[in-house]
């Protein structure tokens, strides 16, 4: 019901924006993928480390599993940024995220146009896109994959051939049609704009979906990673 209603939504306010003279166009992003992980299946109190260099600065991820720890907090995610020219890293990121069946993978992007550094994490049924403002010199959440309409229930980030970022939902076996919005910078905003991409797609699959091949719990979490600054 969430995800209908929030469709419903932003389809209207788009349509006023069209009656009023208003526009949701941009222009071409410049959106680059600096690193992808593929899925991280850690093991028991096992640490997954590893540094990143861009053009705007370096960025390190540390991941770990904690064994100990209750379900709500199973794996830490430290996040740090280097400026060019410097020798020291700063800490943005220092927080949770919840057990997940299938472990999760991380997606670096930058935005050559801003400077912004980008981190898309995806738990397999939910992904999140957070972004570290070089300028500001904060982490701040700009997409939640749970707000946009899908009935296919798997998401996913990309880089779409014109530059601008693309969330995209599949089905498990991902065959078939796709549920895409464009995801681009608004500057006047100064946040993620959205255009819905999609025709009617038609799904025939259940209405729940088995734990084996999709793990429902991370759509209860508040969130799939607690830390932001």
Do not use: C
Not at 14 to 20: D, E, I, N, R, T
Not at 38 to 59: F, P, Q, S
């Amino acid at each position: 019901m969430k995800k209908h209603l929030f469709s419903l939504v932003l389809t209207f306010l788009m349509a006023v924006s069209v009656l009023l003279g208003g526009t949701t166009a941009a222009e071409a992003g410049h959106f680059v993928q600096v690193a992808d992980t593929g899925v991280l299946a850690l093991k028991a109190n096992e640490k997954w480390e590893r540094e990143y260099h861009t053009r705007m600065g370096d960025v390190k991820i540390r991941f770990r599993n904690l064994a100990d720890s209750k379900e709500s907090k199973r794996y830490h995610l430290i996040i740090w940024w280097r400026d060019p020219g410097s020798n020291k890293y700063i800490r943005v990121a220092n927080g949770y995220s919840p057990k997940n069946l299938f472990g999760y993978a991380f997606k670096v992007f930058r935005d050559n146009s801003t400077g912004r550094v980008y981190f898309a994490m995806d738990a397999h049924g939910r992904v999140v896109l957070y972004g570290y403002d070089t300028f500001a010199r904060k982490l701040e959440m700009y997409v939640d994959s749970i707000d946009y309409y899908s009935p296919l229930p798997l998401p996913s980030m990309l880089v779409r051939p014109d530059g601008d970022l693309e969330l995209r939902f599949d089905s498990v076996n991902r065959r078939g049609g796709s549920t895409r919005y464009r995801l681009f910078w608004d500057v006047r905003r100064n946040w993620f704009g959205y255009e819905d991409l999609n025709v009617p797609v038609s799904y025939n699959g259940p209405a729940t979906y088995d734990d084996s091949v999709y793990d429902t719990s991370v759509l209860n979490a508040k969130t799939i990673y607690e830390g932001v600054d």
